[in-house]
């Protein structure tokens, strides 16, 4: 697994974001329009692509895609 | 291991009730007009009935009992067990069962009782109905399900209010040496017990000065001690974790594959929650019917209310085999197969 892979299936589920808008070192909970059902969406996009699980507590503790992706990726 | 395995009790019918006042979450002005919109789309949920104060879950499930028993033409005096299932009753005692009773004109020799149980409620309660009356005791018994969850919600809590929906059930079941058995997979996980609260109002946080206190969470979710708290996604997380494991128990206790089901009718949590499962499991679309646009997550209702709203006149001239599966407040879920063929479903009735 990559991580512009990663940012491929986000986009493909989040269709408020523009193909190519999102980067490594986005900081993704501070972008315009950012929601708790988007954190949700990838949650969910997380789980069933990966088998990862991603808490609460993940999520607070992530700043941009890069952690997001590493803490996946220590646990897949 | 709660599994269980039934005999001789068949599901007669099945009944719904909902409040006539409709909210949709397009007007739920508390959060910009975008971010209704995506709610709308990723939990599914568009509409909500909210019941008026002077309507109680308890009156939802009255009209749907009415409506069933006078629709399967049976007699009240030959109802001998009432189950009422909610986390809303009438009062803090006497149990809303044994009103019921009296106002449903159920006879004096009639067991009633309640069981405190939210989502996972309509299984559970099927279980426990279904095991007293296996044995020929009873012959025709009422399973009262349902839930004003609007009475506990505040409305400046994105994360509840624009979720949930008001609705009261009613199953009439029947001893009948030829029905098909039912199985079950009931289980609980109480150190979730707060992902899905109500604090105060009990014996352990009895009501006091601070209770009412509106006190800002975070931004989009202001709230008291009395309202109810949703962790979304603790229990979006636990909803992953565990239904499709509880499912595949159930295929292999009952010895069935997903191929012997017609639907499957789940919890209506929400549509992010159901779709994962789904895909998970691999199932097709249209074996799925979905309540939660019109009525959004009506609690422990959500199983019969879907049943009658999605699938009501599918089942009154069929036989399904279904596989019910609901999860969430405790943390309590089950699934269930049973077997439905040519049940008596009333027309949605809205008080």
Known sequence: MSISEFIKKIEGEIEELTPGTLKPDTKYR??????????????????????????????????????????????? | ???????????????????????????YDWISLQERELLIKTTGIKYRRI?????????????????????????????EILIFVSQS??????????????RLQLPKTTMAFDI???????VYGLSIISNLMSTGKFKKGLLLVGDKSSFSQSKKDKSTYPIFGDAGTATLLEYNEDADKMDFNLQSDGSGYKSIMITDGGTRNPYNSESEKMVEIEPGII????????????????SLREVVPNINGLLNYSNTTLDDYDYFVFHQANKLITETIRKKLKLAPEKIPYS?????????????LTIVTQMGELVKN????????????????????????????PKLIEI
Not at chain 1, 35 to 60: C, F, K, P, Q, W
Not at chain 2, 60 to 79: F, G, T
Not at chain 2, 292 to 304: K, M, W
Not at chain 2, 319 to 345: E, M, Q, Y
């Open chain 2, 292 to 304: 939660l646009y019109d009525y959004g997550n009506t609690s422990s209702a959500s199983i019969p």
């Open chain 2, 318 to 345: 069929n036989s399904f085999t279904i596989l019910l599966s609901a999860f969430g407040v405790g943390l309590s879920w089950a699934s269930a197969r049973i077997k439905i063929s040519n049940i008596v479903c």
């Open chain 2, 51 to 79: 019941a008026s104060s002077d309507v109680c879950t308890s009156d939802m499930c009255y009209e749907s009992a009415i409506a069933l028993l006078n629709e399967a033409k049976i007699d009240r005096k030959d109802i």
């Open chain 1, 30 to 76: 501070t972008m315009e329009g950012w929601s708790s059902m988007h954190a949700l969406i990838i949650v969910a996009l997380v789980d069933t692509d990966y088998n990862v699980t991603i808490t609460g507590e993940d999520l607070r503790s992530c700043q941009t895609i890069t952690d997001l992706f590493n803490i996946i990726k220590s646990r897949v």
């Open chain 2, 223 to 238: 709230k008291s001690a009395k309202n109810l708290v949703l962790d979304g996604l603790e229990v979006f997380n636990f």
């Open chain 2, 116 to 122: 405190q149980l939210g989502c996972s409620g309509y």
């Open chain 2, 1 to 27: 291991m709660a599994f269980l395995s039934l005999n001789n009790v068949s599901v007669k019918g099945i009944s719904a009730c909902v409040p006539k006042n409709v909210e949709s979450n397009l007007d």
């Open chain 2, 89 to 102: 009753p009438d009062y803090f005692l006497p149990a809303t069962s044994i009103i019921l009773q009296d």
